[in-house]
């Protein structure tokens, strides 16, 4: 193979490279955002119906246990074991909460930044061809986890240095190699478009869709509440 064609070859492998990461680093965090601002809030509301479901019937549990017993007072360490069965739905419901404040931050930071969106990509396009760990035989990993940072964040003054570092210790990669490489990670990127949150991308660029996906949690957040309700008027 010449050398023409194995440089054909490894800018393809780049170019692969590049795809992965802006699936992880921008494209994920873009789409997931994007799912929240719809539906998170909503997310949230279900969650906290779930967790409070829960509560009611632990303590009906309770009360059955002691004979009928309606005074939360006389019941030791009631709000004890409602911790601890719910630990896990608290949790979810802190962590999508955080997620649903993260998401907006995101989602402002394209917003303000979308003018240099395509210097951004074009500069770590170039990083990724001179420092790449697949490619080059980096002392340490910090130089490429500051040029993901950069471009997450959309700074491309630090890309625009990080593009200028001379790297010269290019590993090793025969053709076959490179050819199994290419190969396995164009299969890695299709499997990754099939995963959550990549698939999300055309739905929500659907206004049927989000309506009708906002409905359908509004009918299982009514369902909730009803159920809620008719366990605490038994509980009273």
Not at 61 to 86: A, H, P, S, V
Not at 163 to 185: E, G, P, Q, S, Y
Request: aromatic share 10%; hydrophobic share 35%; glycine share 2%.
């Amino acid at each position: 193979m010449s050398l023409s064609e194995y440089n054909n070859l490894l800018n393809k492998y780049i170019k692969l490279l590049f795809e992965k990461n802006k699936l992880i680093i921008r494209d994920a965090p873009y789409i997931e955002s994007r799912y929240l601002f719809h539906f998170g809030d909503l997310m949230v509301k279900e969650l906290e119906h779930n967790k409070n479901i829960k509560e009611l019937r632990i303590k009906q549990n309770i009360y059955e246990n002691y004979f009928g017993l309606k005074r939360e007072k006389e019941i030791k360490n009631i709000q004890r074991e409602m911790d601890r069965q719910t630990e896990l739905l608290s949790k979810k419901i802190c962590e999508l909460e955080k997620k649903c404040e993260a998401s907006r931050d995101i989602l402002s930071l394209r917003e303000k930044n979308k003018a240099k969106k395509d210097l951004v990509d074009s500069l770590f396009f170039d990083v990724i061809s001179i420092i790449h760990p697949s490619i080059y035989n980096l002392k340490n990993d910090a130089l490429w986890e500051r040029a993901k940072k950069a471009y997450l964040n959309y700074d491309d003054a630090t890309l625009a240095l990080i593009k200028n570092v001379k790297i010269n210790r290019m590993k090793d990669i025969n053709t076959a190699n490179l050819k199994n490489d290419i190969f396995l990670l164009e299969n890695e990127i299709i499997c990754m478009k099939r995963r959550y949150p990549y698939y999300l991308e055309s739905n929500l660029s659907s206004d049927e869709w989000i309506d009708s996906y906002n409905k359908e949690i509004n009918g299982r957040i009514k369902k909730l509440e009803s159920e809620e309700k008719q366990i605490f008027e038994k509980l009273v």
